[in-house]
């Protein structure tokens, strides 16, 4: 069966980096868009940046444009986030996702088939 599995989360000050790492198990990725979704506790999942089988359309949310960059690997079926100048309103569980109904790319949270367990990512002031 398909599954994700995210890494690379941690504790960090406010202006420090993390690197998030998903490598995907049972597809192959490289025609399917994926994405970084991030949940903070009461809040709704919320998009955090997808990027397209080929890695050419990506779309980052406002609040991490500058500062976070997305990537993929596709010989290694592994989606990675590059996390700069973190700040303390990023601080969630942050989730790797996988479409596999379309080869279109989303922005939705509805439009994602799977989910890793998420990657818990702390940032203090």
């Known amino acids: 069966q398909v599954q994700l599995v995210e890494s690379g989360g941690g504790s960090v000050q406010a202006g420090g980096s993390l690197r998030l790492s998903c490598v995907a198990s049972?597809?192959?990725?490289?025609?399917?868009?994926m994405g970084w979704f991030r949940q903070a506790p009461g809040n709704e999942r919320e998009r955090v940046a997808t990027i397209s089988g080929s890695g050419t359309v990506i779309s980052y949310a406002n609040s991490v444009k500058g500062r976070f960059t997305v990537s993929r690997d596709n010989t290694k079926n592994m989606l990675f986030l590059q996390m700069n100048n973190l700040e303390p309103e990023d601080n969630a569980m942050y989730y790797c996702?996988?479409?596999?109904?379309?080869?279109?790319?989303?922005?939705?949270?509805?439009?994602?088939?799977?989910w890793g367990q998420g990657a818990q990512v702390t940032v203090s002031s």
């Open positions: 996702t996988l479409r596999t109904s379309s080869r279109y790319c989303a922005v939705e949270t509805t439009a994602f088939d799977y």
């Open positions: 049972g597809y192959t990725i490289r025609n399917a868009c």
